[in-house]
């Protein structure tokens, strides 16, 4: 099933006319639980993993044995899913009750060492004929992502990303198992296996780095700050009709005049039933997604360039706790609005980086160069 997004509540770029310099496509890759092939995009399904190519192991002292059985996370999840389907209302019976109680977190591989090699985790793989805004090495049409599921990496003690490329045409032989840790730190580090349903969308950029006088109309229109101070629509204070003094010498961005800029705010208003804001509905799409812009709602906006080379790194991979959240359900798909509220819908993949936002950043300069993380 196709999942698609709805247009949005109102027309960003009829609004402000400067957004069209801020603008940038995204695809939302719409994970939901499934079993996907080893030649499918998905979220932690098996891999179109060379046979002859080792398999990345985490080499970094930390405590490796201690924490959750990867069996126990997929038995509690299937569990919990099954008494969904079966009856929401009463949830798990007495018996899976006892089963969950017992499934606890210690440590149950004493025999591995906080410096013996593990496994990653398989997380995503994604190829380029489904992914219009994947970029990678050129020539290289697959991307693999992997991770340590333990957090206990780097400034932010998150787990340890990598990524690995590959021309997919160039696979021969594939490896028939994937090799996986025993231990898993927690259990949000651990994807629940999802088909993709990719769609490209545009996105405009986050809020707190558009040119100022952008800001200041987006400001005004969330406000309802249409008709000014006298309530005449003009903005001037003296029912003049000019409409320039409430912005100094200057109209709004991409407005000739403040009563231009007025009579767009008001018929942008006129058929809302809803509060629509920028952030929430205009800007940028929430859920796993690749390319687009990056959100910096829970902390100021951050620098994040290449420490090769110096260049700007956008966001290739965003990974989310969710696919939408209370502030943004005008994204929800039109095919997923009657399955609201189920949280295999609006949570399929389990994933809780951090405080719910992980972003994967390459260089568009050479992809080579180490990627870095960031976090909301």
Not at 45 to 51: D, K, S
Not at 69 to 82: H, P, Y
Not at 280 to 289: F, T, V
Request: aromatic share 6%.
């Amino acid at each position: 099933m196709t999942r698609t997004t709805p247009p949005r509540p109102v027309d960003a770029e009829a609004l402000f006319p400067a957004l069209a310099g801020h603008r940038r496509t995204s695809t939302r890759l719409h994970p939901r639980p499934g079993t996907p092939a080893a030649d499918d995009s998905s979220v932690a399904g098996p891999l179109l993993w060379p046979a002859g190519e080792p398999w990345p192991v985490c080499t970094v002292a930390h405590r490796k044995g201690r924490g959750h059985l990867l069996s126990d996370v997929r038995l509690r999840r299937r569990i919990l899913d099954g008494a969904w389907h079966r009856d929401p209302a009463t949830g798990p019976t007495d018996a899976e009750r006892e089963v969950l109680g017992s499934l606890r977190p210690g440590r149950h591989a004493p025999h591995i060492g906080d410096a013996d090699p593990v496994p990653l985790l398989a997380v995503a793989q994604l190829f380029a004929r489904d992914v219009p805004d994947l970029t990678g090495p050129e020539g290289c049409d697959l991307l693999q992502v992997l991770w340590c599921p333990f957090e206990a990496h780097g400034p932010d003690r998150s787990v340890d990303v990598v990524l690995k490329w590959h021309r997919a045409g160039d696979i021969g032989g594939v490896l028939a198992v994937m090799p996986e840790p025993v231990v898993v730190g927690r259990a949000e580090c651990v994807p629940n296996a999802c088909v993709l349903h990719p769609e490209q969308v545009v996105e405009h950029e986050y809020e707190g780095l558009l040119d100022e006088d952008l800001q200041e109309s987006v400001e005004a229109w969330e406000g309802g700050d249409d008709e000014g101070e006298d309530g005449d629509g003009n903005g001037d204070g003296d029912g003049d009709g000019d409409g320039d003094s409430a912005w100094g010498t200057r109209a709004p961005s991409g407005f000739g005049t403040y009563a231009e800029y007025a009579a767009a705010m008001a018929a942008a208003h006129a058929d809302e039933d809803a509060e629509v804001t920028y952030r929430g509905d205009l800007s940028i799409a929430p859920g796993w997604k690749v390319g687009g812009f990056a959100s910096w709602h829970l902390t100021d906006p951050a620098d994040i360039d290449c420490g090769t080379c110096g260049t700007p790194m956008p966001p290739l991979l965003t990974v989310a706790a969710g696919e939408w959240d209370g502030g943004c359900e005008s994204w929800i798909p039109l095919e997923d609005r009657a399955a609201v509220p189920d949280s295999r819908i609006s949570d399929p993949t389990g994933v809780h980086l951090g405080r719910g936002l992980m972003r994967v950043h390459t260089c568009p300069a050479s992809p080579a160069h180490p990627h870095r993380l960031s976090f909301q």
